[in-house]
């Protein structure tokens, strides 16, 4: 089965340690983003790449990392330096940066404590 | 940058009756509005999406319009089913590839 895989689906870490999130797609597709979603609000855009090698910062990338290696792979970092980082987080793809639909994972929720 | 209004944040309807979502948009040069939904625990999957060379479209129950004069577009949902309870999310983009998203609008089918 084609899509984007998402792990793990609940995660918990303490204040001050970083935790990365994984994003996987076996869609052949040139551009990955990550999302924020926090009750009541829409999505927020994190990062994004385009190819592999190369991202940019989206609306609200201070205190997130990502690195992209792998066409398949973008995972993200949520380090120390983000101060809400308690949230959902949503990593999508689409075929190549413009002009197509973006296809969602089913998100990981990560809980600081 | 783009800000995205939608209204409202809640829409409890009567199973059959129609389901209207409203969402506007501030950047004139936006061109792209996509709509999602998005079930219990699940990411948003697209259900409909319009551009701004035209004015509506429509697929099966689900039709959205753009009135680019006034800067706003819909999500109509006719015969609503229970299945059509979710998140609904309206989207703009002026390049497609950035898309600024509404809050939600929480649909609640009652049988």
């Known amino acids: 089965d084609g899509g984007i895989t998402q792990s793990p689906k609940y995660l918990f870490r303490k204040e001050g340690q970083n935790v990365t999130l994984s994003c996987e797609q076996n869609l052949n597709h040139d551009a990955m983003y990550w999302y924020r979603q926090d009750p009541g609000q829409g999505l927020r855009l994190i990062y994004y790449?385009?190819?592999?090698?190369?991202?940019q910062k989206g609306d609200i990338a201070e205190g997130y990392s990502v690195s992209r290696e792998k066409k398949e792979s973008f995972p993200l970092t949520v380090t120390s330096a983000q101060k809400n980082p308690t949230a959902f987080y949503l990593c999508a793809s689409t075929p190549t940066l413009m002009g197509n639909e973006q296809f969602f994972g089913p998100g990981t929720r990560l809980t600081v404590l | 940058g783009e800000n995205v209004e939608q209204h409202p944040s809640t829409l409890s309807v009567q199973e059959g009756d129609s389901a209207v979502i409203k969402c506007t948009y501030s950047d004139s040069a936006s061109n792209y509005f996509p709509w999602y939904k998005q079930e219990l625990g699940k990411g948003p999957q697209l259900i409909i999406d319009i551009r701004s060379n035209v004015g509506e479209k429509k697929d099966q129950r689900i039709a959205v319009t753009l009135n680019k004069t006034a800067k706003h577009f819909s999500l109509h949902i006719t015969e609503t089913q229970p299945e059509d309870s979710a998140v609904y999310f309206c989207?703009?983009?002026?390049?497609?590839?950035?898309?600024?998203f509404g809050a939600g609008t929480t649909v609640t089918v009652r049988a």
């Open positions: 989207a703009a983009s002026i390049d497609d590839y950035k898309l600024s």
């Open positions: 790449s385009q190819i592999v090698n190369d991202f």
